[in-house]
């Protein structure tokens, strides 16, 4: 067989590899892993409402914007449906 070399050295293996895999990913993760500008700023993101007016408020423009968007898709269906039923007078 190999000896106790090759013994000793599996063993500092062992011991040594998990050591330096922790040493080299625990320290300094910052420097290392951060990406910069990777969270949003506060000024950049959504405001809760809490309030009962502003909850009132957020419903209501949300309730405006299904009512335009109803309208953009019917507006959408017509206009694919007169280029259907110009198709068939043109066939």
């Not at 330096?20 to 990913?25: E, K, L, S, T």
């Amino acid at each position: 067989m190999a000896g106790p070399n090759l013994e000793v050295f599996k063993f500092g293996m062992y011991i040594m590899f998990p050591i330096g895999i922790m040493y080299y990913f625990g320290t300094n993760l910052d420097g290392k892993f951060a990406v910069p500008d990777f969270w949003p700023k506060p000024g950049q993101t959504h405001k809760i409402p809490y309030d009962r007016d502003e909850i009132a408020k957020e419903v209501e423009r949300l309730t405006q914007r299904n009512i335009e968007m109803r309208k953009q898709k019917q507006m959408e269906e017509a206009r694919r449906g007169l280029q259907e039923q110009s198709r068939e007078q043109g066939s």
